[in-house]
Nanobody, 126 residues
Framework: QVQLVESGGGSVQAGDSLTLACTASGLTLSRYTIGWFRQAPGKEREFVAASRSPSRTTHYADSVKGRFTISRDNAKNTVYLQMNSLKPDDTAVYYC???????????????????WGQGTQVTVSS
């Protein structure tokens, strides 16, 4: 049974940092592309970042490029999202998602991922 579990969310001030973790079980992380998505109240779920496998490339939404960093530790079956210089607009529920068969053009849409975590809330106040 595949499970993705997010952790690390919280409430911070603008300009602060947070690191989210997505820990996987029931799958071999090195074979999966892992994406981070977020959803704010009343808005669509949007792409944040992805770590592809086996290519090991990383990809970011323009809104977080230069502030967020995605990384993975396959030995720990965990993918991280380091978030720096947080803004109130970053407030959302953050989800990690996984899929083993995504081509590059497919990583940006949440509908293409098979497995999802339950989400973790990030709240940034000004």
């Amino acid at each position: 049974q595949v499970q993705l579990v997010e952790s690390g969310g919280g409430s911070v001030q603008a300009g602060d940092s947070l690191t989210l973790a997505c820990t996987a079980s029931g799958l071999t992380l090195s074979r999966y592309t892992i994406g981070w998505f977020r959803q704010a109240p009343g808005k669509e779920r949007e792409f944040v970042a992805a770590s592809r496998s086996p290519s090991r490339t990383t990809h970011y939404a323009d809104s977080v490029k230069g502030r967020f960093t995605i990384s993975r530790d396959n030995a720990k079956n965990t993918v991280y999202l380091q978030m720096n210089s947080l803004k109130p607009d970053d407030t959302a529920v953050y989800y990690c998602a996984g899929d083993a068969r995504l081509i590059l053009s497919s990583i940006y849409s949440h509908v293409n991922y098979d497995y999802w975590g339950q989400g973790t809330q990030v709240t940034v106040s000004s």
